[in-house]
């Protein structure tokens, strides 16, 4: 769906660098979800939150991968000392509330780590 | 933890034919809703279909419908007319339905659908 908007489309970064992901969601909507697709393989769940709450973060990597989605502005998804194995592509997703049967995705950000 | 399971990496189809997408899931809950989507190339994920659990009428979209077998726990996709556009890659998806969760959805790994003309 057009109206969540992630960016950069695609993003390359150096071993060791910080990726730092962009997910603006639908309007009106206030949870947002975060999702890793490694090559070959279908999404996989990373972190669910609400403006300025993280509601279940049990996908993301105890490690160098941190969220937020502040009062004002878009969610941020950061990896920090990227290595070869964080290349994937992240989706976002989101919602009007909690109880909403439908989520709508964003076009996703392809990272590439070289 | 729930879990969603595609038996079948590859299928493929002849253009105007119907196709079956496989998928099974196991969770305990009764309250749940499932989905299919669809991923192009461009891999924007595009809602297909959607079913909710307490619902027995299998839902249906125009040349898409679904097989809802609750007690088996298997949800699979019919694609009536196959048409060149249909090619993709499909996702099968659960979403509980208890509201901690928010809409988070658990997918499969996915059937990649060839359409020859």
């Known amino acids: 769906n057009a109206g969540v908007m992630q960016n950069p489309r695609h993003l390359v970064r150096r071993r060791g660098q910080e990726a730092r992901l962009r997910c603006s969601p639908m309007k009106g909507h206030s949870h947002v979800y975060w999702y890793r697709q490694l090559p070959e393989e279908g999404l996989k769940f990373m972190v669910y939150l609400q403006k300025e709450n993280i509601i279940d973060e049990s996908g993301m990597p105890k490690e160098r991968f941190s969220a937020e989605f502040p009062k004002e502005g878009p969610s941020i998804l950061r990896i920090q000392q990227v290595v070869r194995g964080d290349s994937a592509a992240y989706f976002c997703a989101s919602s009007p509330n909690g109880g909403s049967t439908e989520a709508f995705f964003g076009q996703g950000t392809r990272l590439t780590v070289v | 933890a729930q879990t969603v399971t595609q038996s079948q990496p590859e299928m493929s189809v002849q253009e105007a034919e119907t196709v079956t997408l496989s998928c099974t899931y196991d969770t305990s809950e009764s309250d749940y809703y499932l989905f299919w989507y669809k991923q192009p190339p461009s891999r924007q994920m595009i809602l297909v279909i959607r079913?909710?659990?307490?619902?027995?009428q299998n839902a249906t979209e125009n040349r898409f419908s679904v097989n809802f077998q609750k007690a088996a726990k298997s949800f699979s996709l019919k694609i009536s007319d196959s048409q060149l556009g249909d090619a993709a890659m499909y996702f099968c998806?659960?979403?509980?339905?208890?509201?901690?969760?928010?809409?988070?959805?658990?997918f499969g790994e996915g059937t990649q659908l060839t359409v020859n003309p």
């Open positions: 998806a659960y979403r509980s339905g208890r509201r901690s969760s928010g809409s988070r959805l658990t």
């Open positions: 079913q909710e659990a307490y619902k027995q």
